[in-house]
């Protein structure tokens, strides 16, 4: 199993990014997934989580209204769309494959877990 996290970078507050997670090695839809983030000296900590189908998500509260998750199944991706970047937001994040089909807030959860990709908000 493969989870290949793009698309973090530098950017200032307020502004937006959207990181993207390409999963190979897994059938994709049977799956639920997560994005996830750690930021330096902290623990990590789930940010938004997804069903298999897509028709159910849910979010931290402190992200809650800025960022989207979503899935293509046909391409085996899911994305984070993240609006109204804060310096708090300032993290590696991590894309990971949920054990089950469902929208799992809990980092236990996920058995596959990628490698991160750096998002830094400047203010």
């Known amino acids: 199993v493969q989870l290949q996290a793009s698309g973090g970078g530098l950017v200032q507050a307020g502004g937006s990014l959207t990181l993207s997670c390409a999963a190979s090695?897994?059938?994709?839809?049977?799956?639920?997934m997560g994005w996830f983030r750690q930021a330096p000296g902290k623990e990590r900590e789930t940010v938004a989580v997804?069903?298999?189908?897509?028709?159910?998500?849910n979010y931290a509260d402190s992200v809650k209204g800025r960022f989207t998750i979503s899935r293509d199944n046909a391409k085996n991706m899911v994305y984070l769309q993240m609006n109204s970047l804060k310096p708090e937001d300032t993290a590696v994040y991590y894309c990971?494959?949920?054990?089950?089909?469902?929208?799992?807030?809990?980092?236990?959860?996920?058995?596959?877990w990628g490698q991160g990709t750096l998002v830094t908000v400047s203010s």
């Open positions: 990971a494959a949920a054990r089950g089909s469902f929208a799992y807030m809990e980092k236990t959860s996920y058995g596959y």
């Open positions: 090695g897994i059938t994709f839809s049977r799956y639920g």
């Open positions: 997804i069903s298999w189908s897509g028709g159910s998500t």
